[in-house]
């Protein structure tokens, strides 16, 4: 069995909440030649990557309740068969409108383990170690998008885009047996509370009566919806701006995802000594000053798309740095409703992306300023509310 305080354990969460970034990563470098295929337009193809956000949100209402009540092992097989049967679904997709549905109920299914990885750390781990637990996932996790851009990008020259969605079909099953074999139980005290519709938005409404919950899961959204501006917009901007072909934008992309794992390298090493809120601080400094630096570069005409991917560097590490943290922050205060409060932040998370993605969609054409704007103005926003709320985060 996976013991707490292993790499074992740690990867294996790690490569759960890496299905989320597996499912559009991946798929980045071919989403022009799949708006050719299914004779969609670019708003059109990137409602793919919005839809599964939207998923992802709607699927995390139910998955931290639930597994509050009846344990988080069975609920997260149930997740991982669900993206397994949608990822088939999205291979044998004819139409947008078809692929859109099928990643929307891909999205379901993925939500599931990306809850309950945050939700297991909480039930194993306190304090800055469940910070610095985060991190080390999400480290780990950061080669994933890494690796998936230049690993789709490969299969999609060789046998298409198609093909790219079997390989998250074999990924999940082998997720799905390690789980099922070797992941223990790991919820202490299970919910005495009925399982309704009703308890599950009630228990969401104890958990935004606290302040600094508020706080830590604004500061999450900001970061992941400047990030995911960058993955629905980049392959546009750096492919169709830029002239980058498939394989030269996967390799770009992976100056973004160094970035991140630097920044979770760092917050490891500086955790202990800063404590979670001083390793925020840091973040969000990294996320104003890249996204303000990228705006800087291509609204002076700056040529080259290093004027795109250098600040995008920047700013992902203060995500690496933001992120875990604020995660591990803003479920501290709910042992006992450790999923609840996993699947709240992730419903705020990806519904702001997902709506951030779609209104960058409408302006994205043959300028690349709109990335820029859309990325400057998450930073910033996170830098001012952190600045703004360090009474609330101290009480």
Same mark, same amino acid.
Request: glycine fraction near 12%; charged fraction near 10%.
């Given at each position: 069995?996976?013991?707490?305080?292993?790499?074992?354990?740690?990867?294996?969460?790690?490569?759960?909440?890496?299905?989320?970034?597996?499912?559009?990563?991946?798929?980045?470098?071919?989403?022009?030649?799949?708006?050719?295929?299914?004779?969609?337009?670019?708003?059109?193809?990137?409602?793919?990557?919005?839809?599964?956000?939207?998923?992802?949100?709607?699927?995390?209402?139910?998955?931290?309740?639930?597994?509050?009540?009846?344990?988080?092992?069975?609920?997260?097989?149930?997740?991982?068969?669900?993206?397994?049967l949608?990822?088939?679904?999205?291979?044998?997709?004819q139409?947008?409108?078809?692929?859109?549905?099928?990643?929307?109920?891909?999205?379901?299914?993925?939500?599931?383990?990306?809850?309950?990885?945050?939700?297991?750390v909480?039930?194993?781990?306190?304090?800055?170690?469940?910070?610095?637990?985060?991190?080390?996932?999400?480290?780990?996790?950061?080669?994933v998008?890494?690796?998936?851009?230049?690993?789709?990008?490969?299969?999609?020259?060789?046998?298409?885009?198609?093909?790219?969605?079997?390989?998250?079909?074999?990924?999940?099953?082998?997720?799905?047996?390690?789980?099922?074999?070797?992941?223990?139980?790991t919820?202490?005290?299970?919910s005495?509370?009925?399982?309704?519709?009703?308890?599950?938005?009630?228990?969401?409404?104890?958990?935004?009566?606290?302040r600094?919950?508020?706080?830590?899961?604004? *500061?999450? $959204? !900001?970061?992941?919806? &400047? =990030?995911?501006?960058?993955? %629905?917009?980049?392959?546009?901007?750096?492919?169709? +701006? #830029?002239?980058?072909?498939?394989?030269?934008?996967?390799?770009?992309?992976?100056?973004?995802?160094?970035g991140?794992?630097s920044?979770?390298?760092?917050?490891?090493?500086?955790?202990?000594?800063?404590?979670?809120?001083?390793?925020?601080?840091?973040?969000?400094?990294f996320?104003?000053?890249?996204? *303000?630096? $990228? !705006?800087?570069?291509? &609204? =002076?005409?700056?040529?080259? %798309?290093?004027?795109?991917?250098?600040?995008?560097? +920047? #700013?992902?590490?203060?995500?690496?740095?933001?992120?875990?943290?604020?995660?591990?922050s803003?479920?501290?205060?709910?042992?006992?409703?450790?999923?609840?409060?996993?699947?709240?932040?992730?419903?705020?998370?990806?519904?702001?992306?997902?709506?951030?993605?779609?209104?960058?969609?409408?302006?994205?054409g043959?300028?690349?300023?709109?990335?820029?704007?859309?990325?400057?103005?998450?930073?910033?926003?996170?830098?001012?509310?952190?600045?703004?709320?360090?009474?609330?985060?101290?009480?």
């Open positions: 069995m996976l013991k707490p305080d292993t790499l074992a354990l740690t990867v294996t969460l790690a490569l759960l909440t890496a299905l989320g970034p597996l499912s559009t990563d991946m798929y980045l470098p071919s989403l022009p030649t799949i708006a050719g295929t299914l004779g969609a337009s670019t708003a059109g193809v990137q409602l793919t990557l919005s839809s599964f956000l939207l998923g992802f949100a709607v699927g995390q209402f139910f998955y931290g309740p639930v597994a509050d009540k009846i344990g988080r092992k069975p609920v997260l097989l149930f997740g991982l068969g669900l993206y397994v949608a990822s088939f679904l999205c291979a044998s997709a139409t947008i409108e078809t692929l859109t549905l099928a990643r929307f109920a891909q999205a379901l299914g993925a939500s599931g383990p990306i809850v309950l990885a945050r939700a297991i909480r039930d194993l781990y306190e304090g800055p170690r469940a910070g610095r637990e985060l991190s080390r996932m999400a480290m780990i996790m950061g080669v998008p890494a690796v998936a851009p230049v690993l789709g990008g490969l299969i999609a020259v060789f046998v298409g885009w198609r093909g790219i969605f079997f390989v998250m079909v074999t990924a999940s099953l082998i997720l799905a047996a390690v789980v099922a074999l070797r992941l223990p139980e919820i202490r005290l299970k005495p509370a009925p399982l309704s519709f009703g308890s599950i938005l009630r228990g969401f409404a104890v958990l935004l009566r606290h600094g919950y508020r706080v830590y899961v604004m *500061l999450s $959204m !900001l970061g992941y919806g &400047g =990030l995911f501006a960058f993955i %629905s917009g980049s392959s546009f901007v750096l492919q169709g +701006v #830029y002239g980058l072909n498939e394989l030269t934008f996967a390799f770009s992309f992976a100056f973004m995802v160094l991140f794992i920044g979770t390298t760092l917050a490891q090493r500086v955790v202990g000594r800063r404590g979670l809120d001083g390793t925020i601080q840091l973040g969000v400094v996320l104003a000053a890249g996204g *303000l630096l $990228m !705006l800087a570069c291509v &609204g =002076l005409g700056v040529p080259s %798309s290093l004027a795109v991917t250098l600040p995008m560097t +920047v #700013y992902a590490v203060g995500v690496g740095l933001t992120m875990p943290q604020s995660m591990a803003a479920m501290m205060p709910f042992p006992d409703r450790a999923g609840a409060a996993s699947s709240l932040l992730g419903i705020c998370q990806m519904t702001f992306a997902a709506l951030l993605g779609i209104g960058l969609g409408q302006f994205l043959d300028s690349a300023l709109p990335l820029p704007i859309t990325i400057s103005g998450t930073g910033v926003l996170a830098l001012v509310i952190f600045t703004m709320t360090g009474k609330v985060r101290q009480g």
